[in-house]
């Protein structure tokens, strides 16, 4: 017997389990991606500058992020024939469109962390 999973629906809707809106979240909402984004977002960078830009990022997960990015098409990679051969990634119209979104999330998180680390206090030492 053989059996296969149902194509993701392209029909928008989050909530559905086989909705591939459900992937796109899942990569940009992921902490790297947004990282990368960001960087990006100032401009084209290679990877030992998105490496050293981005602190506590692992080389495999900047690659696979690299790799999601560009698979999706939020990111764009350029190889340069030289010698050595320079690889230069940058952000695509769609991965621009991010930056906005992004950013105000960004906002949200520097404004709101005294509070949710108040939050956290409290809730971890509950008197």
């Not at 990282?35 to 080389?59: H, M, N």
């Amino acid at each position: 017997m053989v059996t296969t999973q149902a194509a993701p629906a392209l029909d928008g809707d989050p909530y559905s389990a086989n909705c591939a809106t459900r992937r796109i979240l899942d990569r940009i909402g992921d902490r790297w991606t947004v990282l990368i984004v960001g960087v990006l977002g100032e401009g084209d960078a290679r990877f030992s500058e998105l490496g050293r830009r981005i602190e506590g990022v692992s080389q495999k997960m900047l690659t696979q992020t690299l790799r999601g990015l560009e698979r999706d098409g939020l990111v764009r990679r350029t190889v340069y024939p030289e010698v050595p051969v320079r690889v230069e990634y940058a952000l695509t119209d769609a991965g621009r469109t991010l930056l906005e979104p992004l950013r105000a999330l960004q906002k949200w998180a520097i404004e709101h962390l005294p509070d949710i680390s108040a939050s956290q206090t409290a809730y971890d030492n509950p008197e």
